[in-house]
Every structure is written in structure tokens, then in C-alpha cells.
């Protein structure tokens, strides 16, 4: 028996690879790797598709240097917009609007390191509003906050909690220096204490290396996180990331492939960068991806809705919500 086929049987029986035996598996041949990693995902997460849409929230002039991101007050790029946190009325409509086009989750995003409290207090009365007059799940992206403020949320009606590893432990000084790694654990770890679901990937083409990629996900594991969002860096001029080689489909699939391995239960969910691709990412669903964040993103361009809908269905999902 090869690897693949004697690791895709090691997970089929509920057991958990290794992080030596995943780097092992990154290097085998892409087409056994992402057939085998497709079978995973059908046998332990089904054909349900989960879709969300986000909304900038709260644009610009963010205190923090992360390498990659456009809204970061450290880089001069073409992202100059900026505004506070949306009023209860905007909020409404677009939650109302992605609703409307059969989008399961509506994730309120906003820049900055985190939220103060009387902002909390403004989206706890926004996410209630948005509860009242819709059936659509909110979740929400507000920075590394604390076990009070996850607790408000969770009681106005947030349901998940997304905040980005972006990369491993042993990277991320790499990628920014005016917060830790540390703290994105222990905001993790606040928002599933306060009884919310969490949401946490990261960004490939940083200039990490697959076993960055791997301990990434793996810490995602170990915090018990069952949505992986899965970017892919798109080069944004004026950032020191700006000339980095976005991913190819081939180098893609075989992260996502390697993932569903990690988390055969979970959503990979494919999120930023995803129009890079020549397929937009349709490979990717049949190499073990299962879920997407659909329609634009933080401050680039994404693929609408009626066209994953479209895309879902043609590769065999039916749109679901995972409930985690």
C-alpha cells in the first residue's frame, strides 16, 4: 500500500496524521494526493457546501503592519478609503441583499488590532437587528478581543468568531510584528469559551514553506477549528509582498488536498485570491475544498455569487451550512 492510499485508510478510521506524515503526503503525486483527499471529504463531510459572504465592516488606516494587507496604515497603496463601523442600517441591507441570493452566512469584518468597546456595543445592536429581520448566521471578524466582549456577541447572535493564523507559529514574525501569535490563539480560545464557533486559516504565498503551511493547520487542529479558510495571496502594490509569485492551481490543490487530510470533517473553505486561479477554483473543490467565501472581498475583487452558485452545483455540492 502507498502512502497516500495507507494515509487516506489511517484517517477513514478516525485516526489523526502526524505532522511528519503529512509533509510525506505533500510530496506525493497530485493527482492520487487530491482524488484520495476528494474521497476523504465525500465519506466524512458529505456534498454540502457551505458559502458566506463578508462585508468591510469597518475600512482603513489599520494600526497593524501586516505584510500583505491593503488597509495596513504602514503601506501607501490604492486602498485610501477609509470609514468606522458601519450603522445598523447598512448592515441590515446587505445582510438582507446576500440572503436574498441564497448565501448561508454573513461575516462582518473590520480593520484594525481590535474593537473598543462601545464599537462592540454598536455591533451587538447591529447583529441583533440583523437576527431579528433575517434568517441569515452571522459571524463576525473584530480583531483580537476578550472573553466579556465574545460573550456580548454570542448573546446578541453572532454565531462564529473568525480570526486568521495567517501562517505558523514559527512565520509569523515574518508577516507582522505589532501583534503575536499568542494572541490569536488566546482570542480563539475566548470566542470558543464565550460558546461561539471559530473560523481560522491563514494566507499561502507569504514565502512560507509547505511545513509552514502544514503546522499552520494543524495548530488550527489542536484549537479545534473546523472552518479553514484557505487564501491566496494576491500581490497588492505598495506592500512588501507585492512582487511575491501567487500560487499556482497545481501548488493549491495540493495544500488543500494535504488539509483534508489534517481535517477530514472540517470546511476548507477557499476565501481571498481565489479568482487568481484559471478555474477560480473549481479544482480545488474536487481536491477536498468544500466551502468558499463568495462575492468581493476586504478591498479586492472576488466572483459573484450567481456564479458559485452555478459552480456548485455543476461539480456535484448542494449548498448547506456546516453545523459546527
Request: proline share 3%; glycine share 8%; aromatic share 4%.
Amino acid at each position: 500500500m502507498n502512502v497516500v492510499e495507507r494515509l487516506k485508510e489511517k484517517v477513514l478510521r478516525g485516526e489523526t496524521i502526524t505532522r511528519e506524515e503529512a509533509i510525506e503526503l505533500s510530496h506525493q503525486p497530485l493527482e492520487e494526493l487530491t482524488a484520495a483527499a476528494d474521497e476523504i471529504r465525500k465519506i466524512c463531510s458529505g456534498t454540502g457546501f457551505d458559502i458566506c459572504t463578508i462585508i468591510n465592516g469597518k475600512c482603513g488606516k489599520c494600526s497593524e503592519d501586516c505584510k500583505y494587507c491593503a488597509q495596513s496604515a504602514y503601506y501607501k497603496t490604492t486602498c485610501t478609503e477609509t470609514y468606522p463601523l458601519l450603522d445598523s442600517d447598512a448592515l441590515l441591507k446587505e445582510a438582507k441583499h446576500n440572503e436574498s441570493q441564497g448565501v448561508l452566512r454573513f461575516s462582518i469584518v473590520t480593520s484594525g488590532k481590535r474593537l473598543s468597546d462601545t464599537e462592540v456595543d454598536s455591533l451587538c445592536e447591529s447583529i441583533k437587528n440583523i437576527c431579528r429581520e433575517t434568517n441569515i448566521r452571522v459571524c463576525i471578524s473584530p480583531g483580537l478581543l476578550g472573553l466579556e466582549q465574545f460573550q456580548k456577541l454570542k448573546a446578541a447572535g453572532a454565531e462564529r468568531v473568525h480570526c486568521n493564523l495567517e501562517t505558523s507559529a514559527r512565520y509569523f514574525p515574518e508577516v507582522c510584528t505589532t501583534h503575536t501569535y499568542e494572541e490569536k490563539i488566546e482570542t480563539l480560545r475566548a470566542a470558543k469559551k464565550a460558546g461561539l464557533s471559530v473560523c481560522s486559516g491563514g494566507i499561502l504565498g507569504l514565502g512560507e514553506t509547505m511545513e509552514d503551511r502544514i503546522d499552520m493547520v494543524m495548530t488550527a487542529r489542536e484549537l479545534g477549528v473546523r472552518s479553514v479558510p484557505v487564501n491566496l495571496l494576491n500581490p497588492i502594490p505598495g506592500t512588501p509582498y507585492e512582487h511575491n509569485k501567487p500560487l499556482t492551481n497545481e501548488e493549491a490543490c495540493r495544500c488543500v488536498a494535504v488539509f483534508r487530510f489534517l481535517i477530514p470533517h472540517g470546511s476548507i473553505r477557499l476565501a481571498g485570491g481565489r479568482g487568481l486561479l484559471d478555474d477560480k477554483g473549481q479544482a480545488c473543490f474536487m481536491s477536498g475544498a468544500n466551502a468558499a467565501i463568495s462575492g468581493d472581498m476586504l478591498t479586492t475583487a472576488g466572483i459573484t455569487v450567481k456564479t458559485d452558485m452555478k459552480m456548485i452545483r455543476e461539480t456535484g455540492f448542494g449548498v448547506r451550512a456546516d453545523n459546527e
